[in-house]
C-alpha cells in the first residue's frame, strides 16, 4: 500500500487518468480508498446527506467532523477538503479557517470553488504551505444557474480565463464542472495542473462524481452520472423484507438468538 501524494497526482498529468470520489462517511471512505487516487470529502453533502436546499447551509464545524472520519477512515487516497461557503471570503480568514481544518481533520489538502476572483487567496494559502485544489465551471455555492456551462462565447472566455488563472496560482489540481466538451478538452490541453472533471468530458485528466449518485441512492440525476448500481431500489426491498419478516415472525431466527 503506498499512499498517493500530491507530486503522484500532478506526474499523473498527460499520463494516466486520475479516479476520484465523495465520501462523507467511515464505510464508504474505507471501500473507496482501496480503488481512488482522490477522495473529496464534498460539501455536496449538504444537499446529499443533510437534505439541505443547497451546500451555502453547511457549517465548516460540520464538515470539520466528516472529514475527519473520512480521513481516519483512509490509508491510501489523498482527502480533500471543500471548504464550505463563506469561509474563505479572504486571505486571512481563509487561512485561518483552512489551518482549523487541516489541523484538526489532518486531510492532505482543501478545495476552493472560483477562478480570477479567488486567485489570491489561492497563492496566499499555497505559500503558507496548504495544498489547494481550484473548481472552475460551474460553481454550486454561488452560481444561481444549474445549467451547463461554455455554451455561450462570453462566458466561455470568463471559464477559460478563471481556468488558466488557476492553473498558475500554486493550486495541485482543478475541478471543472458541467461545461461543454471543447472547453474542457481546451482548458485540460493548457493548463499545467491536472483537470477534473464531473459533467465536463471525457478530456479531462481525471473524473470525479458524487458517491451517492453513482451508486443509485441520490434522487437526482443529472446527464453526468452514470448509475453503476440501483442502491435505492436495493434497499427498499431490502427494507420491505424486513418489515415483512418482523411482522410475520420470521425475524429474529434462531440464527439471530442467543440461548
Ligand atoms: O461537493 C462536491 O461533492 C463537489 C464535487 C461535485 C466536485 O464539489
Redesign the pocket.
Known amino acids: 500500500m503506498t499512499k498517493i501524494t500530491i507530486k503522484k497526482i500532478l506526474k499523473k498529468k498527460n499520463k494516466s487518468n486520475i479516479t476520484?470520489l465523495?465520501a462523507y462517511s467511515k464505510n464508504i471512505a474505507q471501500i473507496i480508498d482501496k480503488y481512488c487516487d482522490i477522495i473529496?470529502v464534498?460539501?455536496?453533502?449538504?444537499n446529499?446527506l443533510y437534505g439541505m436546499k443547497n451546500?451555502k447551509e453547511i457549517k465548516l464545524d460540520t464538515m470539520i467532523l466528516h472529514g475527519r472520519t473520512v480521513k481516519n477512515a483512509t490509508k491510501r487516497s489523498l482527502v480533500v477538503f471543500?471548504m464550505p461557503y463563506n469561509t474563505y471570503s479572504n486571505k486571512f480568514l481563509a487561512y485561518k479557517n483552512a489551518k482549523k481544518v487541516m489541523s484538526l481533520t489532518k486531510c492532505d489538502g482543501i478545495?476552493l470553488?472560483g477562478g480570477k476572483k479567488i486567485v489570491n487567496i489561492i497563492k496566499y494559502l499555497t505559500k503558507k504551505g496548504i495544498p489547494v485544489m481550484g473548481?472552475v465551471g460551474l460553481l454550486?455555492q454561488t452560481s444561481s444557474s444549474f445549467k451547463v456551462k461554455g455554451r455561450k462565447s462570453l462566458q466561455r472566455k470568463h471559464i477559460f480565463e478563471d481556468a488558466m488563472t488557476i492553473s498558475k496560482s500554486g493550486a495541485f489540481a482543478m475541478?471543472i464542472?458541467c461545461v461543454v466538451e471543447s472547453l474542457a478538452k481546451i482548458i485540460t490541453k493548457n493548463s499545467s495542473i491536472p483537470t477534473?472533471g464531473?459533467g465536463a468530458s471525457k478530456y479531462c485528466d481525471g473524473q470525479?462524481?458524487?458517491t451517492d449518485d453513482m451508486l443509485g441512492l441520490s434522487s437526482y440525476f443529472p446527464r453526468f452520472v452514470k448509475k453503476y448500481l440501483d442502491l435505492n431500489k436495493l434497499i427498499d426491498k431490502s427494507v420491505k423484507n424486513y418489515v415483512k419478516d418482523v411482522k410475520m415472525r420470521k425475524f429474529p431466527s434462531w440464527k439471530n438468538t442467543y440461548k
Do not use: M, R, Y
Open positions: 476520484c465523495t473529496l464534498g460539501d455536496s453533502l449538504a446529499v451546500t471543500d478545495k470553488e473548481h454550486p475541478v464542472e477534473i464531473i470525479i462524481l458524487v
